[in-house]
């Protein structure tokens, strides 16, 4: 079949047009998502933005949409502990006797809260499960925040406690022979406090050899510091049962001219046997009926 020239031309042109709507229509149908099936009949989806969006909407983890949904809010536990008090802690400048140092004041509603009376013997647990007794005071007339309690400097040393530290109260009361056995310190809440046979206290060594120093170098003979030292700090006439002693604690004392020594109590005679690996610190009361003594000059320990 023979084609003149301009019917020629006509055809290639219509042919070209053709091509070109095709190969449009193919591009948009892609670019829509739009399936194509493929040479070998398998259908494949062409929309790149589909892959995407697929991807996106499965939840990180694997886990179903539905988990966060279902899922409950934990919601913390406060755990109110009434033995649990903050620490007001008195200044170290302040002149405390025994008595007012082994002593722990705590408002009437929390003594009352924890079958507290006045005069009673307690426990106070520290920091680093340091632990030792001390007495209760309770003034009908005291004002203060029912979750902190007053203790005195040196008590508070030797618990590792700060002003605003926590410290746990605990009433040790008529049955505590009945409590769990425990070690270290907290033995002292398996047993009543009992008045001891006797109590050693020995000058901290740097602190005498600094007082020694500040009267001009002479010996202080054990005498002068029992005089000066010890026996106004304990005033047994006065306070005879209401004084605590505990083995390893450091207690500064001060004379009548405010000049300070550092004491550590090296020894409690509690009446109890000990055996060779005991190392539990005694503690106990004193009164008119222990005896006093004072050991030589030991290094500080802290």
Not at 147 to 165: E, P, Q, V, Y
């Amino acid at each position: 079949m023979k084609f003149s020239g301009g019917t020629l031309s006509i055809l290639l042109a219509a042919t070209a047009v053709a091509a070109s709507v095709f190969q449009n229509n193919a591009g948009t149908t892609a670019r829509n998502g739009i399936q194509a099936r493929s040479f070998f009949g398998v259908n494949k989806s062409t929309s790149n933005q589909a892959l995407v969006n697929g991807v996106s909407a499965v939840p990180r983890g694997g886990s179903s949409s539905d988990d966060s949904d279902n899922s409950e809010e934990e919601v913390p536990v406060d755990l109110y502990l009434p033995g649990l008090l903050g620490a007001t802690v008195a200044k170290k400048a302040a002149f405390e006797n025994g008595a007012a140092d082994c002593r722990i004041t705590l408002t009437t509603k929390k003594a009352k809260e924890l079958k507290i009376s006045d005069g009673d013997v307690v426990a106070v647990i520290g920091r680093r499960r340091r632990a030792t007794y001390a007495i209760a005071s309770v003034p009908s007339k005291k004002k203060g925040s029912n979750s902190n309690c007053f203790i005195s400097h040196n008590l508070a040393t030797n618990l590792r406690i700060r002003d605003g530290d926590k410290l746990k109260l605990v009433n040790i009361g008529a049955d505590a022979a009945e409590k769990e056995d425990r070690s270290g310190d907290m033995l002292l809440l398996t047993k009543n406090a009992e008045v001891v046979v006797s109590a050693t206290y020995s000058p901290v060594e740097d602190s005498l050899n600094s007082l020694i120093n500040s009267e001009g170098g002479d010996e202080i003979e054990d005498e002068e510091l029992m005089e000066r030292f010890v026996t106004p700090y304990l005033n047994i006439e006065d306070d005879a049962g209401s004084v605590i002693v505990k083995e390893g604690s450091v207690i500064t004392m001060k004379d009548e001219n405010g000049k300070s020594l550092d004491f550590i109590t090296s020894y409690v005679d509690d009446g109890e046997e000990r055996s060779e690996d005991d190392e539990t610190r005694r503690a106990g009361l004193v009164d008119d009926s222990t005896e006093i003594v004072i050991g030589g000059a030991t290094p500080r320990v802290e």
